[in-house]
């Protein structure tokens, strides 16, 4: 059998493709690192006026890719719209700033002249979740292409389709050669693909059981990484919050791609005295949604992107159950006689550390509230976590909690009356558990490059 691509929301296959043999991959391999050979040598106006191709076509096929989207892993047709054009967005970015951030920066030292100069390094690979199939992607390429690094990308198998419509935008675009690639394959393979001498670095976003994985051989053979892993990103809403607004807020952050999201909020510490409102508010936000086909241009939640991770969703909120949770919406498998991974929007009460929810993360469309005594103990109870990535918390006065997002959160993103998202110009990524590296901004261009000393006597 080969890779399956197979539609969530009635179970069928969608397409099966062959899968790529050893002697494939390692062709194609070869393939860009013959291309990266000329590639490292082209100017940053010609790069970006590829990249604003690429930008140009994304727009241009949008419906057309969010549709896939929703095919092949379940995405309402508006996040998926949505997501395409996020990826148009960064490709413009990096078009524009590449350059400037990646410019010579002369030190003065006793040589006649010295400098610092960003050098590519050749061929990346990325391995990349179903989750968001075509963002998680272009936020490692436009900056590796604007660099003059090429890429190879090791796809969920789920979202080959994705996989091979992004590399048709790259080839149309109008990037000569093999800047980039898709291999066909199973995670069974990646080794070998990390051990090829032509393989440079590597990134991943995955959990932290794959992240520690691939760290460990790339590791073994000098390679760089970049780790963006799980996370039980805390919302902390304070005494003084506006309730409202943060019970917006926090539902669309919990039931974002379907609730399958690294920094979907996932752990919502909420101060005692206004828990039960809150909660309230929060409840109304959750059961609402339309849920239905994500082809659908009204579905607001779609299936999850398979029936085994939705079976095993519901074995976490059983067991969280079993463990003295409560569980105030949701909780169960609709639709059982049919063919598809629909999960209800759930939310648990009465969760306490030891809990799964207040361990582990839970991806998917389940929330976990937890109460805190006063704003010292929400601080405590979000930062009692072996994860680091992203956090937010909710109060009407902003100095507190801006001090807090600065100076008291553990994790690499702390917003402010906001859902953690992942914006073009800022650097994405966490810390602990959650992975090392950033991704995005000036600080995601210079993960992939040689930092090089250049000195004149």
């Given at each position: 059998m080969g890779i399956l691509s197979v539609n969530p929301f009635n179970g069928e296959v969608i397409k099966e493709y062959k899968e790529d043999t050893v002697q494939e991959i390692?062709?194609?391999?070869?393939?860009?690192?013959?291309?990266?050979?000329?590639?490292?040598?082209?100017?940053?106006?010609?790069?970006?006026?590829?990249?604003?191709?690429?930008?140009?076509?994304?727009?241009?096929?949008?419906?057309?890719?969010?549709?896939?989207?929703?095919?092949?892993?379940?995405?309402?047709?508006?996040?998926?719209?949505?997501?395409?054009?996020?990826?148009?967005?960064?490709?413009?970015?990096?078009?524009?700033?590449?350059?400037?951030?990646?410019?010579?920066?002369?030190?003065?030292?006793?040589?006649?002249?010295?400098?610092?100069?960003?050098?590519?390094?050749?061929?990346?690979?990325?391995?990349?979740?179903?989750?968001?199939?075509?963002?998680?992607?272009?936020?490692?390429?436009?900056?590796?292409l604007m660099a003059g690094?090429?890429?190879?990308?090791?796809?969920?198998?789920?979202?080959?389709?994705?996989?091979?419509?992004?590399e048709a935008v790259i080839k149309d675009a109008g990037f000569e050669g093999d800047v980039f690639k898709v291999l066909i394959c199973s995670s069974n393979a990646v080794a070998k693909v990390i051990e090829n001498p032509l393989i440079k670095a590597v990134t991943i976003t995955g959990s932290t059981n794959a992240g520690k994985k691939v760290a460990e051989q790339a590791g073994s053979l000098l390679k760089k990484t970049v780790l963006e892993l799980g996370g039980s990103d805390p919302y902390l809403v304070l005494a003084d919050a506006d309730l409202a607004e943060a019970a917006r807020i926090c539902a669309d952050a919990r039931l974002i791609n379907n609730g399958q999201s690294c920094i979907a909020a996932k752990r919502f510490i909420v101060v005692k005295e206004v828990e039960e409102e809150f909660?309230?508010?929060?409840?109304?936000?959750?059961?609402?949604?339309?849920?239905?086909?994500?082809?659908?241009?009204?579905?607001?939640?779609?299936?999850?992107?398979?029936?085994?991770?939705?079976?095993?969703?519901?074995?976490?909120?059983?067991?969280?159950?079993?463990?003295?949770?409560?569980?105030?919406?949701?909780?169960?498998?609709?639709?059982?006689?049919?063919?598809?991974?629909?999960?209800?929007?759930?939310?648990?009460?009465?969760?306490?550390?030891?809990?799964?929810?207040?361990?582990?993360?839970i991806f998917g469309p389940v929330a976990a509230i937890i109460s805190a005594e006063d704003t010292n103990d929400a601080l405590r109870i979000a930062n009692d976590t072996s994860f680091g990535l992203g956090a937010a918390v909710f109060s009407r006065d902003l100095e507190l909690a801006e001090d807090i997002a600065r100076n008291k959160?553990?994790?690499?993103?702390?917003?402010?009356?906001?859902?953690?998202?992942?914006?073009?110009?800022?650097?994405?990524?966490?810390?602990?558990?959650?992975?090392?590296?950033?991704?995005?901004?000036?600080?995601?261009?210079?993960?992939?490059?040689?930092?090089?000393?250049v000195y004149i006597k």
């Open positions: 390692q062709a194609k391999i070869a393939a860009v690192h013959q291309t990266w050979c000329v590639y490292q040598d082209t100017d940053y106006k010609s790069r970006a006026a590829l990249l604003l191709n690429v930008a140009g076509l994304l727009e241009e096929r949008k419906d057309q890719l969010a549709s896939l989207m929703a095919l092949e892993m379940g995405k309402p047709l508006r996040q998926g719209a949505a997501e395409v054009l996020k990826c148009a967005s960064v490709c413009k970015y990096y078009a524009e700033n590449a350059e400037r951030f990646l410019a010579d920066q002369y030190v003065e030292t006793e040589a006649a002249k010295s400098y610092v100069s960003m050098r590519p390094i050749g061929v990346v690979l990325a391995i990349m979740p179903w989750n968001f199939p075509f963002w998680q992607v272009f936020r490692f390429l436009s900056p590796a690094n090429c890429g190879v990308l090791k796809h969920s198998s789920g979202v080959t389709g994705c996989a091979l419509a992004i909660t309230r508010l929060f409840k109304y936000h959750m059961e609402y949604r339309i849920t239905g086909d994500p082809l659908k241009e009204d579905t607001d939640l779609g299936p999850m992107a398979r029936a085994d991770l939705r079976d095993e969703l519901h074995q976490q909120v059983l067991k969280c159950i079993k463990q003295g949770a409560s569980c105030i919406l949701g909780g169960e498998i609709p639709f059982a006689d049919r063919e598809h991974a629909f999960y209800q929007p759930t939310i648990l009460t009465n969760i306490k550390k030891g809990m799964l929810a207040y361990d582990e993360e959160l553990a994790a690499g993103s702390c917003f402010v009356n906001e859902g953690v998202k992942s914006d073009p110009a800022l650097p994405f990524g966490g810390i602990n558990q959650s992975g090392y590296g950033r991704e995005l901004g000036m600080f995601g261009i210079h993960e992939f490059v040689n930092i090089k000393t």
